[in-house]
């Protein structure tokens, strides 16, 4: 089920082009130099990480662009430096899976979300999707909350945008994050087509990025959350679910059947693999064994100390003793070493840490690809079974901290951070200060000292007087950022008496271009004073400023 999206054409025409060529030129005039990311970090320092995440892009989609020369920008970054065409995303495949894990370097038994909606048996507590959603959220970096609007079909323009501010937010912090979530909405909605034409945005996007950074030492990181497969029908799952479980349902949403009377888990998974909406249903045989019911037989899954052995009754639907797999147990790797070129990758593996996670239902039903589930937005693609296409993403990596060289072809993806990188993106160092700047404008000057990060000092002073101000950030998305301050003004009463002033200022960065609006009120009279600049700030630290209506600035900043 494909349908053409309106507005990835949009963001394909005259304004992208438009936008792009001013991007281009002020990215070249204020950042001269070949990209270079990645490059040497100076012997004993460590360079800073920008990791961008795709999300819902199967690494079949990604690497059909990538190979066929589509997106050039990223194939010249990362060429030289890995590529992991195979790291799997954790079952039940989703943001709000992958995510939470994937920030704090838990594993899949962790208590964090494993769908949308979740029942504790302990407890005996619900979990709502609007709960669910607040929690994925609270683990973003705060600068990064406004991207969740970015994620909305259209907003391609905008997150490339935010894109090119984030050589800013490496001068601020260590790791840097970065959220491409638009690819989720145009797979669900709109299918592969318009995924593809948006990550060729973000393409166009990064070729920029990169001519800013220059040939600033830093370690790139692109991956996909999970993967996203097109359907032709969707079945109604959970309707299923609550008809065959009837009374005996205490809480119920896919793949999650929480049953009143646990001991009719069997007979009620047994029942639930006859349907045709369901092609697996996985229950608790006992402590170590796993038994997954379909249409053809039972495939079992023995746990047994960290490792887990895989047996069928009746043919093998996941094709891996055609592998030369002989039923001996295997580590989570070990599967994924065998099996992550596969249809279906590290089963076993997928089916057991999510059911060995106490939130999981009593039974763990599960449909794939081609079939998809019945959602109110997902009519074209669908994440939700364990297929490649839902699972199986691509990663690459490259940078003076990255060594290709120790890094395996295939890993579980909620481990990158904690075991491949080997960074902490919960607790990212943050620089000690704010840039500091001397600006030379109309006979003014106009100096900024920063005493720490957030915070600033500054001082205008001209023939026409002096102001001295204190400023806190507010508010700072990728974007924006929102300063107010106190301060003193010699623009009192009677004229040149100092009186104390109140400020504000709101920047919108694009690139190397800043646009302020800037107001001063004096705090006795709350007369306001207002003025607005656009400014370039160069590579070597030069600034050209034009102030509103015409004064011309220059400076440095450091
Ligand atoms: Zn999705």
Same mark, same amino acid.
């Given at each position: 089920?494909?349908t053409?999206?309106p507005?990835?054409?949009?963001?394909?025409?005259?304004?992208?082009?438009?936008?792009?060529?001013?991007?281009?030129?002020?990215?070249?005039?204020?950042?001269?130099?070949?990209?270079?990311?990645?490059?040497?970090?100076?012997?004993?320092?460590?360079?800073?990480?920008?990791?961008?995440?795709?999300?819902?892009?199967?690494?079949?989609?990604?690497?059909e662009?990538?190979?066929?020369?589509?997106?050039?920008?990223?194939?010249?970054a990362?060429?030289?430096?890995?590529?992991?065409?195979?790291?799997?995303?954790?079952?039940?495949?989703?943001?709000?899976?992958?995510?939470?894990?994937?920030?704090?370097?838990?594993? =899949?038994?962790?208590?964090?979300?494993?769908?949308?909606?979740?029942?504790?048996?302990?407890?005996?507590e619900?979990?709502?999707?609007?709960?669910?959603i607040?929690?994925?959220?609270?683990?973003?970096?705060?600068?990064?909350?406004?991207?969740?609007?970015?994620?909305?079909?259209?907003?391609?323009?905008?997150?490339?945008?935010?894109?090119?501010?984030?050589?800013?937010?490496?001068?601020?912090?260590?790791?840097?994050?970065?959220?491409?979530?638009?690819?989720?909405?145009?797979?669900?909605?709109?299918?592969?087509?318009?995924?593809?034409k948006?990550?060729?945005?973000?393409?166009?996007?990064?070729?920029?990025?990169?001519?800013?950074?220059?040939?600033?030492?830093?370690?790139?990181?692109?991956?996909?959350?999970?993967?996203?497969?097109?359907?032709?029908?969707?079945?109604?799952?959970?309707?299923?679910?609550?008809?065959?479980?009837?009374?005996?349902?205490?809480?119920?949403?896919?793949?999650?059947?929480?049953?009143?009377?646990?001991?009719?888990?069997?007979?009620?998974?047994?029942?639930?693999?006859?349907?045709?909406?369901?092609?697996?249903?996985?229950?608790?045989?006992?402590?170590?064994?796993?038994?997954?019911?379909?249409?053809?037989?039972?495939?079992m899954?023995?746990?047994?100390?960290?490792?887990?052995?895989?047996?069928?009754?009746?043919?093998?639907?996941?094709?891996?003793?055609?592998?030369?797999?002989?039923g001996?147990?295997?580590?989570?790797?070990?599967?994924?070493?065998?099996?992550?070129?596969?249809?279906?990758?590290? =089963?076993? =593996?997928?089916?057991?840490?999510?059911?060995?996670?106490?939130?999981?239902?009593?039974?763990?039903?599960?449909?794939?690809?081609?079939?998809?589930?019945?959602?109110?937005?997902?009519?074209?693609?669908c994440?939700?079974?364990?297929?490649?296409?839902?699972?199986?993403?691509?990663?690459?990596?490259?940078?003076p901290?990255?060594?290709?060289?120790?890094?395996?072809?295939?890993?579980?993806?909620?481990?990158?951070?904690?075991?491949?990188?080997?960074?902490?993106?919960?607790?990212?160092?943050?620089?000690?200060?704010?840039?500091?700047?001397?600006?030379?404008?109309?006979?003014?000057?106009?100096?900024?000292?920063?005493?720490?990060?957030?915070?600033?000092?500054?001082l205008?002073?001209?023939?026409?007087?002096?102001?001295?101000?204190?400023e806190?950030?507010?508010?700072?998305?990728l974007?924006?950022?929102?300063?107010?301050?106190?301060?003193i003004?010699?623009?009192?009463?009677?004229?040149?008496?100092?009186?104390?002033?109140?400020?504000?200022?709101?920047?919108?960065?694009?690139?190397?271009? =800043?646009?302020?609006?800037?107001?001063?009120?004096?705090?006795?009279?709350?007369?306001?004073?207002?003025?607005?600049?656009l400014?370039?700030?160069?590579k070597?630290?030069?600034?050209?400023?034009?102030?509103?209506?015409?004064?011309?600035g220059l400076?440095?900043?450091?």
């Amino acid at each position: 089920m494909k349908t053409d999206c309106p507005l990835a054409d949009i963001v394909t025409s005259k304004p992208r082009a438009i936008l792009l060529a001013i991007l281009s030129i002020s990215c070249l005039f204020a950042f001269a130099g070949r990209a270079q990311a990645g490059a040497t970090a100076a012997p004993g320092s460590s360079a800073p990480y920008l990791i961008i995440h795709l999300d819902a892009i199967p690494s079949k989609l990604f690497f059909e662009e990538y190979d066929a020369g589509r997106l050039p920008n990223i194939k010249a970054a990362f060429e030289d430096g890995k590529i992991v065409r195979h790291a799997v995303s954790p079952f039940f495949p989703g943001t709000e899976m992958l995510y939470p894990r994937l920030k704090n370097g838990l594993d =899949v038994e962790a208590q964090m979300p494993i769908t949308w909606e979740m029942y504790d048996r302990e407890s005996g507590e619900t979990t709502s999707h609007i709960q669910t959603i607040l929690k994925l959220f609270s683990y973003l970096p705060r600068y990064s909350l406004t991207q969740i609007i970015h994620g909305a079909p259209g907003m391609d323009l905008l997150a490339g945008c935010a894109l090119l501010n984030t050589p800013r937010m490496l001068d601020e912090y260590r790791i840097v994050e970065f959220f491409w979530f638009i690819t989720d909405a145009y797979g669900h909605v709109f299918g592969e087509e318009s995924q593809k034409k948006s990550i060729a945005i973000l393409d166009e996007f990064f070729g920029l990025l990169l001519r800013q950074l220059g040939s600033k030492p830093v370690n790139l990181v692109l991956y996909a959350d999970h993967g996203m497969s097109m359907f032709e029908r969707d079945y109604d799952a959970e309707a299923a679910m609550s008809e065959i479980a009837g009374d005996n349902v205490e809480f119920l949403y896919y793949p999650n059947l929480h049953l009143r009377d646990p001991s009719l888990a069997q007979a009620t998974a047994e029942r639930l693999a006859a349907r045709d909406e369901l092609d697996f249903a996985f229950y608790r045989a006992d402590e170590s064994l796993i038994v997954g019911v379909h249409k053809n037989g039972q495939v079992m899954f023995r746990s047994e100390g960290g490792s887990i052995s895989y047996s069928c009754n009746g043919p093998d639907p996941f094709g891996y003793f055609r592998l030369g797999y002989q039923g001996q147990p295997l580590s989570d790797q070990q599967w994924l070493d065998l099996t992550c070129k596969e249809r279906f990758p590290a =089963v076993p =593996v997928q089916i057991v840490r999510y059911m060995d996670n106490p939130l999981s239902g009593d039974i763990v039903a599960v449909l794939n690809p081609p079939k998809a589930l019945k959602t109110a937005v997902g009519i074209a693609g669908c994440h939700a079974g364990f297929a490649d296409t839902d699972c199986v993403v691509g990663i690459l990596m490259k940078g003076p901290d990255i060594d290709p060289s120790k890094i395996p072809d295939t890993f579980w993806l909620h481990r990158l951070h904690r075991d491949i990188l080997e960074i902490d993106p919960g607790n990212p160092e943050t620089a000690r200060r704010e840039r500091n700047s001397l600006m030379v404008s109309g006979g003014r000057i106009e100096l900024q000292a920063s005493p720490a990060h957030r915070w600033n000092g500054m001082l205008s002073a001209g023939s026409d007087g002096w102001t001295v101000t204190c400023e806190r950030s507010l508010a700072r998305s990728l974007i924006t950022q929102i300063w107010t301050g106190l301060g003193i003004t010699s623009g009192g009463e009677p004229a040149g008496s100092p009186t104390p002033v109140a400020s504000s200022r709101l920047n919108f960065y694009l690139g190397p271009l =800043v646009y302020e609006y800037k107001n001063l009120i004096l705090l006795p009279s709350g007369k306001r004073i207002s003025s607005s600049s656009l400014r370039v700030e160069t590579k070597c630290g030069v600034i050209v400023e034009w102030s509103h209506p015409n004064r011309i600035g220059l400076g440095i900043t450091w």
